[in-house]
């Protein structure tokens, strides 16, 4: 399996610009993630999904952002407007829920988004 | 709500030698995964290592082991044998256990590990 795909690796966008960042999860995984990654705030959960329900997006900062899962093997987390302290690395996870790695969350390469 | 807790945000140690890193979480659940991942400047997440709470014997992979204490709710990381490729920033992570949907994954603040030559 490929891992978890992420695009695009590199986002350069203006402010007020939407942008919208794609995952394809591992294949028979149940659980998504979505993580934002910054200096000051560390690795944050901004949304996950089981069987691709949305179970909690507590941590999704405001109503400019948004995810959705329309199917098992493709996700994306949109922002409109963009702001520039949106800027962060966003990663996508997958986990499957029984087996031997149950538990486990496998990471994407992460989104690199700059917003100017 | 489960907290995970790193009180190291910088480390190094000397190649060869061993580090040990710590992590606290605080959780009511009785049935959970602790992990270390390791996040290198390449930025990509990798698993180290993985414990489920309800296995008293600590895991161990390879030159990575951990000491798990359930009631004190530690979860420390010890490298042996340090190697100049282990430098990278270290996270603590819990996840509860569920067995019919998905459950978070809480990170800690990281500790950033550099092994000196």
């Known amino acids: 399996d490929a891992g978890v795909i992420q695009s695009p690796r590199h986002e350069v966008t203006e402010m007020g610009q939407e942008v919208t960042l794609r995952c394809k999860p591992i294949?028979?995984?149940?659980?998504l993630f979505w993580y934002r990654q910054t200096m000051m705030r560390g690795l944050e959960l901004l949304i996950y999904?089981?069987?691709?329900?949305?179970?909690?997006d507590s941590g999704m900062p405001e109503d400019r952002f948004s995810a959705k899962m329309p199917n098992a093997s493709f996700s994306t987390l949109k922002i409109q407007p963009s702001e520039p302290r949106d800027s962060a690395v966003y990663f996508c996870?997958?986990?499957?829920?029984?087996?031997?790695?149950?538990?486990?969350?496998?990471f994407g390469q992460g989104t690199r988004l700059t917003v100017v | 709500a489960q907290t995970v807790t790193q009180s190291q945000p910088e480390m190094s140690v000397q190649e060869a030698e061993t580090v040990t890193l710590s992590c606290t979480y605080d959780?009511?659940?009785?049935?959970?995964?602790l992990f270390w991942y390791k996040q290198p400047p390449s930025r990509q997440m990798i698993l180290v290592i993985r414990?489920?709470?309800?296995?008293?014997q600590n895991a161990t992979e390879n030159r990575f082991s951990v000491n798990f204490q359930k009631a004190a709710k530690s979860f420390s990381l010890k490298i042996s044998d340090s190697q100049l490729g282990d430098t990278a920033m270290y996270f603590c992570?819990?996840?509860?256990?569920?067995?019919?949907?998905?459950?978070?994954?809480?990170f800690g603040e990281g500790t950033q590990l550099t092994v000196n030559p």
């Open positions: 414990q489920e709470a309800y296995k008293q």
């Open positions: 959780t009511s659940e009785s049935n959970y995964y």
């Open positions: 992570a819990f996840m509860k256990h569920e067995e019919t949907s998905g459950s978070r994954l809480t």
């Open positions: 294949s028979g995984h149940n659980s």
């Open positions: 996870a997958s986990s499957p829920r029984g087996g031997r790695g149950a538990g486990e969350a496998f």
């Open positions: 999904f089981n069987n691709n329900v949305p179970i909690d």
